[in-house]
Nanobody, 127 residues
Framework: QVQLVESGGGMVPAGGSLRLACAASGRTISNYAMGWFRKAPGKEREFVASISYNGKENYYADSVKGRFTISRDNAKNTMYLQMNSPKPEDTDVYYC????????????????????WGQGTQVTVSL
């Protein structure tokens, strides 16, 4: 079973930038799609972005398209989320996730079925 640990969260001003990282341990992630999700208290978990095992396919929620960029470095067993021009409505706890079978495209709608999750990292966007 893979263990996922997010880092890089914190407070960022609107219009600034922030990069989240998701470090995997326990096994290589190079064969698996991965994704970022977010959740605020009292709200349902929301898909943010996903990336195929080789990084060639990326998918984004409409709300972050053009502002956030997902990437991965399989040699470092790490995935990233570059957040540019964040808005206050991007304030959430961000989680990375991995699945043994689902494609990056399937993660858009099947986030409740993923195999492994990190503990989350808080991102707060201030005005």
């Amino acid at each position: 079973q893979v263990q996922l640990v997010e880092s890089g969260g914190g407070m960022v001003p609107a219009g600034g930038s922030l990069r989240l990282a998701c470090a995997a341990s326990g096994r290589t992630i190079s064969n698996y799609a991965m994704g970022w999700f977010r959740k605020a208290p009292g709200k349902e978990r929301e898909f943010v972005a996903s990336i195929s095992y080789n990084g060639k396919e990326n998918y984004y929620a409409d709300s972050v398209k053009g502002r956030f960029t997902i990437s991965r470095d399989n040699a470092k067993n790490t995935m990233y989320l570059q957040m540019n021009s964040p808005k206050p409505e991007d304030t959430d706890v961000y989680y990375c996730a991995q699945d043994n079978l689902l494609s990056a495209r399937a993660m858009i709608t099947m986030g409740n079925q993923l195999d492994a999750w990190g503990q989350g990292t808080q991102v707060t966007v201030s005005l």
